[in-house]
C-alpha cells in the first residue's frame, strides 16, 4: 500500500526539509534546560511562566519544526503536489519558527509584552507563508488517498491553531479580558488532536509499512479516522463557545476513543511485522503508542471526572504523558528513518550507485539510536516521577532529557556529515 503511493520525481533539495529537523532537537534540550534552571514551578501548575515556556518549546520550536519540515518532504511525495520553491520557502520559514519560539518562550518565561508581540509577529509569518504554499500546491490535488485527505485537513488544523494562537498571544500582550482557560483548552486541543494527530496519522499510514515492515492500514478506518478528528473537534469548539459542559465533555470522550482506535490498530499491525529485530523507530513508537494510550485514558478519566483536574498533580502528569510520554517519542521514531532515508536518496540522485551507495543504517547507524533511546525512556520515565517529587527529581529529569536531546542532535547532524563526505568521497 505504501510504495505504490509514492513518487520521487519531485522531490525537494535536501536543504530544505533537513535544516528543520537537525535544528529541531535543540528545542528539547532547552526544555530540559528550564527544567534544570526552574523545574518545580514547570510542574507547580500548567498556568506558571516556566511551564507554558517549557510546553512551548516542544509544542513549537520541536513538534511544529519537524512538521513543517516533513510535510515539504512529504507533499510531493505522496500527494503529488510540489511547493513551487521549496528551499525559499525553507530559508523563511526555517529561521521565522526557531527565533518565533525563542521569543515564545521568553516572553512567557519573563512576562515579556515585546517578547510575546515579535513571537506572534514571527510565527504569524512562518505560518501564512507555509500554510499559502502549501495549500496552494496541496489543495489542487484530488484527495486519492487517505493520507493526502489527513493531509489537508490538518493543513486547516494549523491555520486554527495559528490563529487562535495568534488572538491568545495579543490577549496577553495587551492584557485583554477574555475566557483564556477555554480558549487555550481549545488551542491545544486543535494543536494537539487537528494539526499534530491529524498530520500524524497521515503520515504514518505511509511511513509505518513502508519503514516498519508492517501490513497496510485497513482502507476504510484510515479514510475515517482523520475526518472523524475533525469533525469532533468542530462540535466540541462549538460547545465551548455556547459554554455547554456535556457535550465539551462528550468530545473528549470521542477523541479520546478515536486517537486510541488509532493506537491500537499500528500495535496491531506492528505486531504482524516482517522484520524480528526491533530497530529505535520501532521502540520509539511501541515506547509513543504506549504513552498515547494512557495519555488518551486519562483524557477520558478527566472527561468522566472533572474533579480529577482539580488535583494539582493531575494536568501536569497528563501534559507530561502526553508530550513526553507520546508525541515527542513518535516524531523521533519517524526521524530515525526519514532521515537516513533523504540522505540515501538525495546520494542516489546525485548518481551514486553499487559501492558508492552505502545503506541507510550506515548513515544513521542503529547502535547510537538504541542508546540514545535508552537515555530519552529514562528522561520522560523521571520527568513523570517528578510530578510526584518535583524538588527532588525534576532537576535531574532536566539534565537527562538536555543529555537525550543533544545525543539525537548529535546523531542526526553525523547522519548528515557523513551524507556530505560521500558526496566529496564520489567519482566524478
Do not use: C
Amino acid at each position: 500500500m505504501a510504495s505504490g503511493m509514492l513518487s520521487f520525481d519531485q522531490v525537494p533539495p535536501l536543504a530544505a526539509p533537513l535544516r528543520f529537523f537537525v535544528t529541531a532537537p535543540l528545542f528539547i534540550a532547552l526544555a530540559g534546560l528550564l527544567a534544570v534552571i526552574d523545574g518545580p514551578a514547570i510542574l507547580a501548575s500548567r498556568w506558571t511562566p516556566a511551564a507554558l515556556a517549557a510546553t512551548h518549546l516542544l509544542t513549537v520550536g520541536f513538534m511544529l519544526q519537524v512538521m513543517l519540515g516533513a510535510l515539504i518532504q512529504v507533499l510531493p511525495v505522496v500527494a503529488g503536489a510540489a511547493l513551487a520553491r521549496p528551499l525559499w520557502v525553507a530559508r523563511i520559514v526555517h529561521p521565522a519558527i526557531n527565533l518565533g519560539a525563542l521569543a515564545l518562550a521568553g516572553g512567557f518565561l519573563w512576562s515579556a509584552p515585546g517578547w510575546l508581540h515579535a513571537a506572534g509577529t514571527l510565527l504569524a509569518l512562518a505560518l501564512l507563508v507555509f500554510v499559502v504554499a502549501a495549500g496552494s500546491a496541496l489543495f489542487r490535488v484530488p484527495s486519492t488517498s487517505p493520507s493526502i485527505r489527513g493531509i489537508k485537513l490538518s493543513l486547516a488544523g494549523l491555520a486554527v491553531v495559528g490563529g487562535s494562537g495568534l488572538f491568545m498571544l495579543l490577549a496577553l500582550a495587551g492584557g485583554w479580558s477574555l475566557p483564556l482557560l477555554a480558549l487555550a483548552d481549545l488551542h491545544a486541543a486543535w494543536g494537539l488532536a487537528g494539526w499534530a494527530g491529524v498530520l500524524l496519522a497521515a503520515v504514518a499510514y505511509v511511513v509505518v509499512p513502508m519503514f516498519q515492515l508492517t501490513p497496510g492500514y485497513a482502507a476504510r478506518p484510515a479514510w475515517g479516522f482523520p475526518l472523524f478528528l475533525f469533525t469532533v473537534l468542530l462540535a466540541w469548539s462549538a460547545a465551548l463557545a455556547f459554554d455547554a459542559e456535556w457535550p465539551a465533555r462528550l468530545g473528549r470522550l470521542l477523541l479520546a476513543g478515536g486517537g486510541a482506535a488509532f493506537a491500537l490498530q499500528t500495535l496491531r499491525l506492528q505486531a504482524k511485522r516482517r522484520r524480528a529485530r526491533p530497530d529505535s523507530t520501532f521502540r520509539y513508537w511501541q515506547f509513543g503508542l504506549y504513552g498515547a494510550l494512557l495519555a488518551l485514558a486519562m483524557l477520558a478519566a478527566g472527561a468522566l471526572f472533572p474533579a480529577l483536574a482539580d488535583d494539582p498533580q493531575w494536568t501536569p502528569a497528563f501534559g507530561l504523558v502526553l508530550l513526553l510520554g507520546a508525541f515527542v517519542p513518535l516524531i523521533v521514531g519517524m526521524l530515525a528513518k526519514i532521515v537516513p532515508f533523504l540522505l540515501w536518496l538525495d546520494l542516489q540522485n546525485h548518481g551514486l550507485v553499487g559501492k558508492a551507495l552505502p545503506p541507510m543504517n550506515k548513515l544513521l547507524p542503529e547502535a547510537p539510536m538504541q542508546r540514545q533511546f535508552r537515555v530519552f525512556v529514562a528522561a520522560a520515565g523521571l520527568a513523570l516521577a517528578a510530578v510526584f517529587l518535583p524538588d527532588w527529581l525534576s532537576r535531574p529529569a532536566g539534565a537527562l532529557l538536555i543529555a537525550a536531546a543533544l545525543w539525537l542532535a548529535v546523531n542526526l547532524t553525523q547522519a548528515a556529515w557523513r551524507h556530505g563526505r560521500q558526496l566529496q568521497q564520489a567519482p566524478a
